[in-house]
């Protein structure tokens, strides 16, 4: 359906909305990802806004880019039992353009029929989740943006010890083309980064993470107008090749608009010092090179991963967890964040905030040495959702401690002290 400022699609939620287990804050605002680049969550109009891809099967084949458009995902009061999204920049969709956004959203939010089967379950044992409405952990519209951002989650503590200045400089770089064109144009714009990597935050501190997302996601400056504003009066939406951006009105500063996350060849066209410095990714760097690599030249196949993982199983784990250990760069947290990801909750990513989590909640004394035993005493009972019941615990201490997060402005994003 076409309106004024883009064009609007329902999808039903179906057999999920008939369970009344879905509500779209809760579901976002359930993991550290959320807060993460090119994600953009408005507290005051509880709506999740983000690029997605036209063609998500191009990424998830050999790693090319697909043209991207602007979506605003909301969960209307009067259709509670429908998402609404809103697709600026474009006068209609086609069938393909429309399943592929549909099915971009459905991976972000868990709305498959797998999903929900696992939301009732883990809900029949853990009585409380289930009060707070807690069961879906959010997600990538990718497997590609899952698999880096993990790595990017790995040792990475929210504004524990970073400071940045005043004018924190964000890449405007070779990532930094309009989405729709960024293939052809990449390796041009890394020329120019000395004279267009300015594009000016209003924060003081910002945590390590979310920053090195930003950096891996195009950002084009904007006229100043609010995001709302901007939309509505096609300022930002005239052409798909300039709604790969996300204007942050409000909290954050208007000056800033993030593209879409780069796709597998867009990386590795990249050099490892390039990611280094000017993504300020440090040694993280070689490991999404070597990804983004791997990809293109076909030894990683995403869409063989994703099929593996349509009906998770304890085979299908040990399939998965043998071939993403394999990856340069790819340990024992990040690969169980993957495969979390991708639906598998029966092991628990453990590092220090396992162990600080069960020294404050559960009175353990746990070390990094005894912490996986310790989580399978504790969380052993909710097998196969262990994850599941741990996470819940960590980000119900996390709203305990600063507040509703789904509430929080973007600006104080960087007092989160923990890593999420």
């Known amino acids: 359906?076409?309106?004024?400022?883009?064009?609007?699609?329902?999808?039903?939620?179906?057999?999920?909305?008939?369970?009344?287990?879905?509500?779209?804050?809760?579901?976002?605002?359930?993991?550290?990802?959320?807060?993460?680049?090119?994600?953009?969550?408005?507290?005051?109009?509880?709506?999740?806004?983000?690029?997605?891809?036209?063609?998500?099967?191009?990424?998830?084949?050999?790693?090319?880019?697909?043209?991207?458009?602007?979506?605003?995902?909301?969960?209307?009061?009067?259709?509670?039992?429908?998402?609404?999204?809103?697709?600026?920049?474009?006068?209609?969709?086609?069938?393909r353009h429309e399943q592929a956004l549909k099915d971009q959203v459905r991976r972000m939010l868990r709305l498959s029929e797998a999903e929900e089967a696992s939301v009732k379950e883990f809900q029949k044992m853990h009585g409380e989740a289930k009060e707070r409405g807690f069961g879906r952990v959010f997600r990538s519209p990718t497997l590609f943006e899952d698999m880096v951002k993990c790595i990017l989650l790995c040792n990475c503590q929210l504004s524990l010890s970073l400071s940045l200045p005043t004018h924190t400089h964000i890449m405007h770089s070779s990532i930094s083309a309009p989405v729709a064109k960024v293939?052809?144009?990449?390796?041009?714009?890394?020329?120019?980064?000395?004279?267009?990597?300015?594009?000016?935050?209003?924060?003081?501190?910002?945590?390590?993470?979310?920053?090195?997302?930003?950096?891996?996601?195009?950002?084009?400056?904007?006229?100043?107008?609010?995001?709302?504003?901007?939309?509505?009066?096609?300022?930002?939406?005239?052409?798909?090749?300039?709604?790969?951006?996300?204007?942050?009105?409000?909290?954050?500063?208007?000056?800033?608009?993030?593209?879409?996350?780069?796709?597998?060849?867009?990386?590795?066209?990249?050099?490892?010092?390039?990611?280094e410095k000017r993504c300020n990714l440090g040694y993280r760097a070689i490991r999404i090179l070597k990804l983004a690599q791997s990809i293109v030249e076909g030894k990683i196949q995403l869409r063989e991963l994703e099929e593996a993982c349509s009906e998770p199983s304890l085979s299908n784990y040990s399939k998965l967890a043998d071939q993403l250990n394999e990856i340069y760069g790819f340990g024992p947290f990040t690969c169980a964040n993957v495969l979390m990801c991708m639906g598998f909750y029966h092991v628990i990513p453990t590092d220090s905030e396992t162990v600080r989590h069960l020294k404050q909640v559960h009175a353990i004394d746990s070390t990094i040495r005894s912490v996986q035993g310790d989580v399978e005493a504790v969380y052993g009972k909710y097998a196969p959702f262990q994850f599941l019941a741990y996470w819940s615990e960590v980000w119900q201490f996390y709203e305990e401690w600063f507040g509703k997060l789904s509430e929080m402005p973007h600006s104080d994003y960087k007092n989160i002290t923990l890593q999420i």
């Open 1 to 95: 359906m076409g309106v004024g400022g883009g064009v609007v699609i329902e999808l039903p939620l179906g057999k999920t909305a008939e369970a009344a287990t879905f509500d779209l804050e809760k579901n976002v605002c359930s993991h550290g990802l959320f807060m993460m680049a090119p994600n953009f969550w408005d507290p005051l109009s509880k709506t999740l806004q983000r690029p997605l891809l036209l063609d998500s099967h191009e990424e998830s084949g050999n790693g090319s880019a697909s043209s991207s458009v602007l979506v605003r995902i909301s969960q209307p009061s009067d259709s509670p039992h429908s998402l609404r999204l809103r697709v600026f920049g474009v006068d209609s969709v086609s069938p």
């Open 183 to 275: 293939g052809s144009r990449l390796l041009n714009k890394k020329l120019q980064i000395e004279a267009e990597d300015v594009v000016r935050m209003d924060s003081v501190e910002t945590s390590d993470c979310l920053r090195r997302s930003k950096a891996l996601c195009p950002s084009i400056s904007s006229n100043g107008e609010e995001f709302h504003k901007c939309c509505n009066s096609h300022q930002c939406s005239t052409g798909i090749s300039k709604v790969d951006s996300i204007v942050v009105c409000g909290e954050l500063s208007c000056d800033i608009r993030i593209g879409n996350f780069p796709s597998p060849r867009e990386l590795a066209s990249l050099g490892e010092k390039f990611l």
